[in-house]
């Protein structure tokens, strides 16, 4: 069949050959049935024409919508259709309130008194019970004090962590283990001075160092916790090494660096940065994924860096937004090759973040 210009397609149109944008994505797929809103994303990413099968599908009736309403707008695996995370009394904010409560107390009583492992893995277990509703960009605690930093990365990089090792395809008895990784690694933050911790001005060189203890201590105090493994402790210790060999403290590079550190070195990148600090506001997770897609290239593990950000932003068309200019509007289309700059459609007009790039999206509304 011949191409037919882009301008001159009706809606209802069906496509019989991949419609592939000038990066090389996908756009549409084989089979396609055009919607009204598609012939407005096909000139928003300069598509010039595309081969249909001529045959127009008949007219709606009035007060009917399109009978293609069911047919994907994207092709598969671009974008994911879940269901949206349930509100605040929801029982996975339930249980994380009750993960957050427990983790406080062990991290105060941290080295003073032996850690409730069976209390906190049975805590755990009832958080990750839940997990269906986590949704790493969208989920937000109910009250986030910012004294209770530490706690709240805490308990969203062990949920965090746990999903990666999903997604990494680890095998289902390294999950456990990955989460208590995520909940503990900063353990040793509990045996560092607090000021040093909130202080908002640049650290000292020996102020510094000091912070950077935290690692050893960390492992200090899981070396003889029982119920974890040699991954969890190690975890503790190499959070911050790089795989590069520039980290800390032992300077080990990526081939000496424990996976579930590796794992939890990301989660807890991201939540640190996205987390609201008493002396720095919280960041717009797109943003956090293009810095850790930049840290990846000697930093961080880059194959841990790129399912992760692949994944994170698998969010459903529809999904509304605000862009950093404070505009209101809804995620339509997700490249894959581009996953932290969808299009947005705002008021019926589409904003291209990946044209766009003074713009972003500062956060996830529904």
Known sequence: MPYVAVSEIKPGSKIIKDVVTPLGGTLF??????????????????????????????????????????????????????????KSNSPLHDEYDKMLSLIKQCYRSAGAAPLPMLELRGQLEALIAHLKDYH???FVPRALREEDYNYHNAVLSSLTSYKLAQWCAYPQKDWMQVAF??????????????????????????????????????????????????????????????????????????????????????????????????????????????????????????????????KATELYNGTKVRLSDGRHGEIIFTDRSNPTRPMVQIEGKIVNLMLERELYIQEIIA
Do not use: C, W
């Not at 010039?48 to 045959?55: A, D, F, H, L, P």
């Not at 009736?61 to 399109?66: A, L, M, T, W």
């Not at 909940?183 to 001075?193: A, F």
């Not at 790089?242 to 032992?250: E, H, M, N, S």
């Open 29 to 86: 797929t084989k089979g396609k049935v055009i919607l009204p809103r598609d012939l407005e994303i096909l000139q928003a990413f300069l598509i010039q024409q595309v081969e249909i099968e001529g045959v127009q599908a008949a007219e709606p009736k009035p007060g009917e919508g399109p009978k293609a309403a069911k047919t994907n707008t994207v092709k598969a695996g671009a974008v994911v259709n879940e269901a949206l995370l349930s």
């Open 136 to 138: 790493v960009l969208k």
């Open 181 to 310: 990784a995520g909940l503990l690694h900063d353990i040793g933050n509990t045996k560092v001075d607090n000021f040093l911790l909130h202080k908002p001005m640049t650290l000292t060189h020996s102020e510094a160092e000091e912070v950077r203890k935290h690692t050893t201590l960390g492992y200090q105090i899981l070396r003889t916790v029982t119920a974890i493994n040699e991954g969890v402790r190690l975890t503790a210790l190499q959070h911050h090494e790089k795989v590069d060999g520039t980290g800390y403290p032992l300077h080990l590079d990526g081939t000496q660096i424990h996976a579930y550190a590796k794992i939890v070195a990301v989660a807890d990148i991201f939540h640190a940065m996205t987390l609201e600090k008493s002396y720095r506001k919280a960041q717009s997770p797109y943003l956090v994924l293009e810095q850790i897609l930049k840290e990846s290239f000697g930093k961080l593990d880059p194959a841990i860096v790129q399912i992760f950000i692949q």
